[in-house]
């Protein structure tokens, strides 16, 4: 069991793990025609919900959120991806909140791909990531950005790789084989 946040007398969230290969209950997906943005601004309070905030306002479905701070702690780069359709719809509403969060950086690129590895067997094996990264490495596929949650790991890449892409990751992990 997982203890309860919220009072540590009570009992929380049942857990049932169940010990198996990674591959025996993982798949692969890909989604398409994803714009990658990045908008580089001060790291202050707030930042997220001035970037965000209006993109849902504008019903703007934004998908992989990746948050880095600089290297001397004052800056924060917010990266994420929305739908190739909405590259100008979504450009426009950051343009018209761009001085009220302070970004001073907004960069775009289409044409990406999310490429993602889902598998409850993620929970007990290590190495699941590590070994995506090195196959999609040795086909020469660069990796845009990562997200990770405790069973998927979501990978993204330029367009033109994504059918390399799942067939290396189906072949890596024996999906290939089933």
């Given at each position: 069991?997982?203890?309860?946040?919220?009072?540590?007398?009570?009992?929380?969230?049942?857990?049932?793990?169940?010990?198996?290969?990674?591959?025996?209950?993982?798949?692969?997906?890909?989604?398409?025609?994803?714009?990658?943005?990045?908008?580089?601004?001060?790291?202050?309070?707030?930042?997220?919900?001035?970037?965000?905030?209006?993109?849902?306002?504008?019903?703007?479905?934004?998908?992989?959120?990746?948050?880095?701070?600089?290297?001397?702690?004052?800056?924060?780069?917010?990266?994420?991806?929305?739908?190739?359709?909405?590259?100008?719809?979504?450009?426009?509403?950051?343009?018209?909140?761009?001085?009220?969060?302070?970004?001073?950086?907004?960069?775009?690129?289409?044409?990406m791909v999310k490429v993602s590895v889902i598998g409850i067997?993620?929970?007990?094996?290590?190495?699941?990531?590590?070994?995506?990264?090195?196959?999609?490495?040795?086909?020469?596929?660069?990796?845009?950005?990562?997200?990770?949650?405790?069973?998927?790991?979501?990978?993204?890449?330029?367009?033109?790789?994504?059918?390399?892409?799942?067939?290396?990751?189906?072949?890596?992990?024996?999906?290939?084989?089933?």
């Amino acid at each position: 069991r997982t203890a309860n946040a919220f009072s540590m007398s009570e009992f929380g969230t049942v857990n049932v793990m169940s010990v198996r290969e990674p591959s025996s209950e993982m798949f692969c997906t890909i989604i398409s025609t994803l714009m990658l943005a990045s908008a580089s601004g001060p790291k202050m309070p707030g930042v997220a919900a001035g970037i965000f905030g209006p993109l849902a306002e504008a019903n703007i479905n934004v998908d992989m959120i990746v948050q880095n701070i600089s290297e001397d702690g004052s800056r924060t780069d917010m990266t994420f991806t929305v739908p190739n359709s909405d590259i100008e719809k979504a450009l426009a509403v950051l343009g018209k909140v761009r001085e009220t969060i302070g970004f001073d950086a907004l960069q775009s690129e289409p044409g990406m791909v999310k490429v993602s590895v889902i598998g409850i067997g993620m929970r007990s094996h290590a190495g699941v990531a590590a070994t995506a990264f090195k196959a999609l490495a040795d086909k020469g596929i660069n990796i845009r950005a990562i997200t990770t949650s405790e069973i998927k790991i979501s990978i993204l890449i330029d367009g033109p790789y994504a059918e390399l892409a799942v067939r290396t990751l189906h072949s890596v992990y024996g999906l290939d084989k089933q």
